[in-house]
């Protein structure tokens, strides 16, 4: 189990640098083209892997073939298209805040949807988590988030928190294939979805950007999306929804400390104490209960 949590840390980490990543490709393309061809790397990349460890593709039954397809369309098609357009008008900060809400639509999703109890714990680690992004992204001060109210932008962000709640909660009941498979299957979708969203927009062909860009999408492809959308969903399927999408909160983390460590951003007091507290919040709810041991249907595989 350590070392499952170790990899959803190292994926928190590596959405993180997706961040710094995405500032890099999208001065030189649009939201949808980088969209597009982040996933046509992932899926290369995917595939490769899925034909290197399983040597190929698995047969789906019907009712898996509507599962990956609505993975396809939830997690990456409907996110990423939603988060680019919505970044568009939002500030970096306040679009962070309502995309770190993610792990607790998810956990309100797992309750109503698949039955997953609703603790006390569950409940508090959640608050904390969210207050310590508040507190980091906000300079100390959360009321300041909220200034100005919500316009279309604020709506497509929550429309991608939906989405990848969504997605999260499809890939926790699509059983009898590998999380490397299903990704994989989600990635072709989603990709094939994102280029005729792109094709619409008249944008045909290789982008013709600098070699850095392309640099960008490529981490962004591998490690931001071949990687760890594998060991996200790893996560999902071991500890289930809520407790694998609480990690989601340590993105903002990842993303401050890689801007200090590579950008030569500035350390805050405020930084500090709401790293502090989101990494108590997923401390608090991925704790076992120390009473009663959980019964064998608690977390299925």
């Known amino acids: ?70 993975l396809g369309l939830t997690g990456v098609a409907a996110y990423n298209l939603c988060f680019m357009a919505g970044l568009e008008t939002v500030p970096a900060s306040r679009g962070s805040l309502i995309i770190a809400l993610n792990p607790a639509a998810t956990l309100l999703g797992a309750a109503l949807f698949l039955h997953e109890p609703l603790t006390a714990a569950k409940v508090g680690g959640m608050v904390i988590a969210l207050l310590g992004v508040a507190i980091e992204l906000s300079g100390g001060n959360p009321l300041r988030l909220f200034d100005g109210g919500a316009g279309i932008g604020e709506l497509l962000l929550v429309g991608a928190v939906l989405s990848w709640a969504a997605y999260t909660l499809i890939g926790k009941g699509l059983t009898g294939l590998s999380p490397l498979a299903i990704t ?39 490690a931001g999306t071949a990687i760890a959308f594998v060991w996200f969903l790893e996560g999902v399927q071991v500890l289930g929804p809520a407790r694998a999408a609480i990690f989601v909160n340590l993105v903002p983390v990842a993303a401050i400390t ?26 608090i709810i991925n704790r076992p209960a120390a009473s009663t041991p959980a019964p064998a249907c608690a977390h299925p595989h």
């Open 1 to 70: 189990m350590t070392s499952l949590y170790a990899k959803l840390t190292l994926v928190a980490v590596i959405w993180g640098g997706t961040f710094i990543a995405g500032r890099v490709a999208a001065p030189e393309m649009s939201a949808a083209t980088a969209a597009l061809w982040r996933y046509v790397v992932a899926s290369a990349a995917l595939v490769a892997m899925l034909l290197f460890r399983e040597g190929r593709f698995p047969r789906l039954a019907s009712p898996q073939w509507v599962r990956v397809t609505l």
């Open 258 to 283: 890689l801007g200090v460590l590579l950008l030569g951003e500035r350390v805050t007091v405020a930084m500090l104490a709401g790293a502090a507290l989101v990494v108590a919040g997923v401390f």
């Open 184 to 222: 994989t299957y989600a990635a072709l979708i989603g990709t094939a979805i994102l280029a005729v969203a792109v094709a619409m927009r008249g944008e045909v062909g290789l982008p013709h950007v600098s070699g850095k860009a392309w640099l960008a999408l490529i981490y962004m492809g591998t």
